[in-house]
């Protein structure tokens, strides 16, 4: 079954620091990893895509890496901002195009002053 | 538009009663979307629609739900006799036919039933 897991399920950091959230999946054959932030009462919004040949990718203070032999990937944030508070989702799609995405459950981060 | 649009934002209703909600996904995009994130988990994937191929209905949570996207863009779900379970926030969103394209969501509606 495809699946995707995240952890951690919350974490609370001071503002300045760093951080980084986990993802593991299962989903196969694989096509493609998302990292999704999503606001409170928005919907999600991309922040970085991984596809099977890339390693890490960055966007800002965003650091994605993808680890496809173990089916891990990772997401850093570096200096963290009161703005970064949000739920960040892994997504991860199957190698057609038009299959679901399969979505794990968030990572709920809360940066504090 | 510009986005993905989904009306109404914010929808209470009573147990039992019906209720509609609309996305209008971006336009171009062959391929939508519906998601449901209850409280405190992560999003569940309901159906989605891809050009005129048959919808991937497999989410839907019982006979209760349905969902059609006329000419191919706005896309309704409908959910008969509303339970208290049915409580959630349901997304939806769109994106190009592709391997890698991103998917765009709207801003969802919150769906309360009393």
């Known amino acids: 079954k495809n699946q995707v897991e995240q952890s951690p399920q919350s974490l609370i950091i001071l503002e300045g620091k760093n951080c980084t959230l986990q993802?593991?999946?299962?989903?196969?054959?694989?096509?493609?990893l998302r990292w999704y932030k999503q606001d409170t009462g928005r919907g999600p919004v991309s922040l970085t895509i991984?596809?099977?040949?890339?390693n890490t990718k960055s966007n800002g203070r965003y650091t994605a890496t993808l680890d496809a032999d173990t089916k891990q990937s990772s997401l850093h944030i570096t200096a963290s901002q009161l703005s970064d508070s949000a739920s960040y989702i892994c997504v991860v799609s199957a190698q057609s195009g038009n299959t679901p995405l399969v979505f794990g459950k968030g990572t709920r981060l809360s940066v504090i002053a | 538009g510009a986005g993905v649009s989904q009306s109404p934002s914010n929808k209470v209703t009573e147990k039992g009663k019906d209720v509609e909600l609309r996305c209008d996904p971006i336009s171009g995009h062959t391929a939508l979307y519906w998601y449901r994130q209850s409280l405190g988990q992560g999003l569940e994937f309901l159906i989605y629609f891809q050009g005129n191929s048959a919808p991937d209905k497999s989410g839907l949570p019982s006979d209760r739900f349905s969902a059609e996207r006329t000419g191919g863009s706005v896309s309704t779900l409908t959910i008969q006799r509303t339970q208290q379970e049915d409580s959630a926030v349901y997304l939806c969103?769109?994106?190009?036919?592709?391997?890698?394209?991103?998917?765009?969501f709207g801003q969802g509606t919150r769906l309360t039933v009393v």
């Open positions: 969103a769109s994106r190009v036919t592709g391997l890698n394209t991103e998917a765009f």
């Open positions: 991984m596809t099977f040949s890339e």
């Open positions: 993802c593991n999946y299962t989903v196969s054959p694989f096509s493609n």
